[in-house]
């Protein structure tokens, strides 16, 4: 996408303008830029219990560095509460880790239950789609020779 085509603002060939396309830019009128501008997302979203999982590990590991550095502040200003702080840093540190690794399980679990979609419809679910009508046709035909064969008893016709 190009910078104009962005900005609403693409320059139209001089002496050519469209029915009902308002002032055109080389009549003097100023195209309004626009403040914010829709373009389509690169990636897909997060799935629910992953994004889920990834915002809790963010919140736990910004309170485990918040923790840590008022840790190290006290530790400068010789307070009693150093000790403690410390402590508790390094608990806030396994638990921040461990939100990590499950925001990945999560995410390998999700994978795993839903599959990967690729857009178009991926080729292995075409695949499985063209697998299924094959079997049915050759069941639709297993069952009609079967209703000839009981119907006529291997014959034709019975004169």
């Known amino acids: 996408m190009d910078t104009d085509e962005r900005r609403g603002t693409a320059a139209s060939p001089a002496g050519r303008s469209g029915a009902g396309s308002g ?23 997060m799935p629910d219990p992953v994004r889920t999982a990834a915002v809790r590990a963010v919140l736990i590991m910004s309170l485990t560095i918040i923790q840590a550095v008022v840790a190290f502040l006290c530790t400068l200003a010789g307070s009693w509460l150093a000790f403690p702080m410390v402590l508790s840093s390094v608990a806030g540190t396994v638990v921040a880790t461990w939100s990590v690794l499950d925001v990945w399980v999560t995410r390998q679990v999700w994978n795993q239950r839903n599959g990967v979609v690729s857009v178009p419809s991926s080729t292995a679910r075409r695949m499985r789609r063209e697998r299924r009508a094959a079997r049915r046709a050759a069941r639709a035909r297993a069952r009609g020779e079967a209703r000839i064969r009981r119907r006529g008893d291997g014959r034709l016709s019975r004169a």
Do not use: D, F, N, Y
């Open 23 to 45: 002032p055109s830019p080389a009549a003097g009128a100023r195209i309004p830029r626009q403040l914010w501008v829709e373009e389509p997302a690169i990636r897909r979203r």
